[in-house]
């Protein structure tokens, strides 16, 4: 019961979208009409700039923290995994927006520097290599995800930080399948790349 419970907390913390709730607060929009189509704080940098994404990224890393310290709360270390997996389903499929939401790479970062504070730093840093030289968010987010599965493989604690971390990892690859495909066609768009509000 205590585990259902940190779960639906944790979802409800994660549907609270950081990117719709300001791009309609300033510029009464749904930022999902605009860029990408993604509410997440990749597209509002395209949109509307760094300043707001920083506070969408930022908002977004917080719910993750949020999620594994309170699921850690009520039903102790498994509380905090559950929470942090509950907690990146709930920003991606979102009950407030009709389960339509971001991509879950800040909020999994969040989680995970909860958990595993060394393996995020480490994954992080790769994933800014790969998007300062590729120029490409998309590919970092994805090749960061797999560095902290691939560092939990290696350096394996505990079958549920290994599930976490596959789970996790799961989730931003499924949610990057479209990124995916236009990387593969060249399309994809470039960090830097603006898309303005009209």
């Known amino acids: 019961m205590k585990i259902a419970l940190a779960a639906i907390l944790a979802y409800l913390i994660g549907s609270f979208n950081s990117a719709y709730f300001f791009t309609n607060f300033i510029k009464k929009t749904d930022i999902r009409k605009y860029g990408s189509g993604n509410a997440g704080a990749t597209n509002v940098m395209r949109v509307l700039g760094f300043k707001v994404a920083f506070f969408v990224f930022l908002s977004d890393v917080l719910k993750g923290v949020l999620a ?6 009520i039903a102790g270390n498994i509380g905090g995994y559950v929470g942090g997996i509950a907690v990146v389903v709930g920003h991606n499929w979102p009950v407030f927006l009709g389960f339509k939401g971001g991509k879950g790479v800040a909020t999994s970062f969040g989680a995970i520097m909860t958990i595993s504070p060394v393996i995020a730093v480490l994954s992080l840093i790769i994933g800014i290599a790969v998007i300062s030289i590729s120029k490409y968010v998309s590919l970092g987010s994805i090749i960061g995800a797999f560095t902290f599965l691939i560092f939990n493989i290696i350096y394996y604690s505990s079958l549920n930080m290994l599930i976490f971390a596959i789970l996790l990892t799961a989730m931003v690859v499924f949610q990057h399948r479209a990124n995916i495909k236009r990387l593969l ?4 768009s470039k960090f830097g790349q603006k898309t303005n509000i009209k």
């Open 68 to 73: 594994v310290l309170l699921g850690r709360l």
């Open 185 to 188: 066609n060249g399309t994809e």
